[in-house]
């Protein structure tokens, strides 16, 4: 197991960075969180001043949430009511919880009961209410059904604390003692696998997801915790890695929500009535909208016309994302949050916006997530409004053809499909990214695939296999005499793709010299040949792929930032296969078939054992791994049973070496990476999440050198 090492001074700098800068930031990731709930939610301070609140207590107020902000709680209830509340707000705040009834001032001027609870102190002097409206609740009772904001949705609580880089935890607050019933002398300093229940192996795994979010700025996540009284519940788990200015992780910050009205008592999701149904749009694009919160900063001109607002509008802030969507496809666009806060991206959805004349329009849209805190968007839309059945049926069976190379049938594969099939209509660059061996370039050609560019060119070039000297020539091409050998004129890969398609995979390995001309290329839509003077037009749709740290190579100074925000107009995250085990059935049949049909042979069943060591092991190469262990399998096949050489991948292996010094196992790990990645060193430090100077002084106070290899 490998952990972030740090010497004794730097743990006592990180804890005080932590307890100071790193609560702000959780605070910020909180108000990620919070916005945009369906369930009317408030987060004030101790002065009654109101610092945050949900899309649904906006609703419930008539207010926006510029104008919730800032506002004191007073200014909100009913003249009448006001007197009351000091003393109601003094018993609260030495209770830390309470529940009543509030006499809103609404925006007709009608009052309003409202029930509330008030949970104290989920931040320091950060108190959340959860409203909700009384007439709604007694309408249910007198019904006899249950309102969406009923039992433990009604219930809200959220869970904030902070871990230090071993992934102890380094602060506790009150909304976490509420839902773990810990306090916080018991739990401080304790890893955070001690609020989880499952197997022996749970801290290599809550390390590995501490890993991903340090390598991919925040982490998603769902499972089983553990109660004090033993009782354990389901829960949703954001983490984000919390960096100080130079770059340098010094924690991290983790928000945990008990599982409410999506899930049920065993985790499992439920299925929603009345909630969208997710399908495949096979309209062209309507447009692209972005935004920080609720609030819509930038929109096409296409989309403005969609919903019926001018540019003079959206100038004027009156366009929110609330306010066009209409009142039942809130909870879809909740769920498709927590998504996109999970995954960085939501599986496309069906919902319908307003107007600002009125009228309605169904839309298919994906949101991806640019940043979790401030929290920041953007959407891309299909208008819906003159699609029929008919043609959805046949578009849906082309794109199943166009994507007939990517095998798997979960939850994470289909969210990759769908954020293929959503962007491929249009010319937005993509930015793939993903672990080696997922898959990225098969994504690459299915866009293609799918797209109105698809009878014309599909270029690649893997920036890692061209010499840096080099790597100018093959991307702009040079004229005769440019250089040294120049003996004629070449073309590049940029006109090669012309009215087609350019994927560039290991974009993260273009050198920093060559970046500028790359991004002029992108922004301006010509370029110059190497040694030439004539200015080139281009018309190229940009596909670009990675699996290294973009962010990271940032702050290094590695990369530049405008051309990774170039770069990442529509991000697609390919999921490593540890993710989604339950794809490793369908693809260990299909590579099967695939290579007992090129080598001859007929293998017609795979064993029980083989196919149950290969759904347990991790596959740290991915699909790539899989693929070549299955081809591997058929060469020794004879007969028609598949002959898997298990032993490679027989879990003892990595366990034989568990009960050696800490010396002896970082090594093993080091050397099983190394191997993996083929003994590059760069690609090996992206993957343990080390600096590439690190890895070389600890492979020689290691004694590792290229002969193990």
């Keep these: 197991m490998v952990k972030f090492m740090q010497s004794a001074a730097a743990r006592q700098s990180s804890d005080s960075w932590l307890l100071d800068s790193g609560l702000k930031q959780l605070e910020l990731l909180f108000g990620s969180i919070l916005y945009y709930p369906s369930a009317p939610l408030l987060l004030t301070g101790n002065d009654r001043n109101c610092l945050d609140a949900s899309s649904g207590a906006c609703k419930l107020l008539g207010l926006s949430r510029d104008k919730i902000i800032g506002r004191r709680l007073d200014d909100l209830i009913e003249p009448g009511s006001r007197p009351e509340m000091d003393k109601l707000w003094r018993d609260f705040l030495e209770r830390g919880e309470q529940e009543g009834t509030l006499r809103l001032a609404a925006a007709d001027g009608r009052p309003r009961d409202v029930e509330y609870i008030a949970k104290g102190s989920v931040l320091p002097a950060r108190h959340l209410l959860v409203l909700r409206a009384k007439t709604r609740k007694k309408a249910a009772e007198g019904s006899g059904e249950t309102g969406g904001d009923q039992g433990p949705q009604w219930e809200k609580d959220y869970g904030l604390f902070l871990l230090d880089v071993e992934g102890c935890i380094a602060a506790w607050y009150s909304g976490a003692e509420r839902i773990y019933g810990y306090k916080d002398e018991a739990v401080i300093g304790q890893h955070v696998s001690y609020l989880h229940t499952g197997k022996d192996d749970l801290p290599v795994k809550l390390d590995a997801e501490l890993k991903r979010a340090f390598l991919e700025g925040h982490f998603g996540s769902e499972g089983w915790h553990q109660k004090k009284d033993g009782s354990r519940f389901w829960a949703d788990v954001l983490t984000t890695a919390l960096k100080d200015r130079n770059g340098e992780l010094r924690g991290f910050a983790r928000v945990v929500r008990a599982a409410g009205k999506g899930h049920r008592a065993d985790g499992k999701p439920l299925r929603i009535a009345g909630s969208p149904k997710q399908r495949v749009a096979g309209s062209t694009i309507a447009g692209i909208v972005s935004g920080e919160f609720d609030r819509v900063t930038e929109a096409s001109d296409s989309f403005l016309a969609m919903v019926g607002y001018t540019r003079e509008d959206l100038a004027a802030g009156q366009l929110s994302w609330v306010d066009i969507t209409a009142p039942e496809s809130l909870a879809a666009d909740e769920r498709a949050h927590e998504e996109g806060l999970r995954y960085g991206a939501c599986t496309p959805f069906e919902k319908e916006f307003i107007r600002k004349d009125g009228a309605r329009v169904p839309v298919l849209v994906t949101r991806a997530v640019l940043n979790v805190s401030p929290f920041r968007w953007i959407t891309f839309v299909q208008d819906l409004t003159e699609r029929s059945e008919t043609e959805t049926v046949a578009e849906e069976a082309g794109v199943e053809r166009k994507c007939e190379e990517i095998v798997g049938n979960s939850a994470a594969l289909r969210r990759v499909l769908g954020l293929m099939e959503t962007v491929a209509p249009t010319d937005a660059t993509v930015l793939i990214l993903g672990e080696t061996g997922t898959g990225k370039e098969l994504v690459a050609r299915a866009i293609h695939r799918m797209s109105p560019r698809q009878s014309r060119p599909f270029v690649t070039l893997n920036c890692a296999a061209i010499p840096t000297g080099l790597l100018e020539s093959e991307l702009f091409g040079y004229e005769r005499g440019a250089f040294t050998g120049a003996l004629t004129q070449k073309i590049g890969r940029f006109e090669m793709a012309h009215k087609g398609t350019l994927f560039l995979d290991e974009v993260g390995d273009i050198p920093l010299d060559l970046q500028p001309k790359l991004l002029r290329a992108l922004q301006e839509k010509e370029f110059e040949r190497l040694g030439g003077t004539r200015t080139i037009p281009i018309d190229v749709r940009l596909l670009a792929a990675t699996n290294r740290n973009l962010t990271q190579m940032m702050g290094d100074k590695l990369f530049r930032s405008d051309l990774y925000y170039r770069l990442k107009v529509f991000p697609i995250t390919t999921s490593p296969l540890r993710d989604h085990p339950e794809d490793i059935p369908l693809l260990a049949r299909h590579f099967t078939q695939k290579y007992a049909a090129q080598m001859g042979k007929r293998i017609e069943t795979i064993p029980t054992s083989a196919m149950q060591a290969m759904t347990g ?74 600096p590439r100077t690190t890895l070389n002084a600890m492979m020689r106070k290691l004694g590792i050198s290229r002969k193990e290899l």
């Design 617 to 690: 092991w991790s596959w740290p190469g991915n699909v790539r791994e899989l693929e070549n262990f299955i081809e591997r399998s058929v060469i020794l096949s004879p007969g028609l049973s598949l002959c898997a050489p298990l032993a490679e991948i027989r879990e003892n292996q990595a366990e034989a070496v568990s009960g050696g010094t800490l010396e002896e196992v970082e090594r093993e790990y080091i050397l099983r990476v190394l191997r993996e990645t083929g003994g590059v060193v760069s690609e090996t430090a992206n993957r343990l999440g080390l």
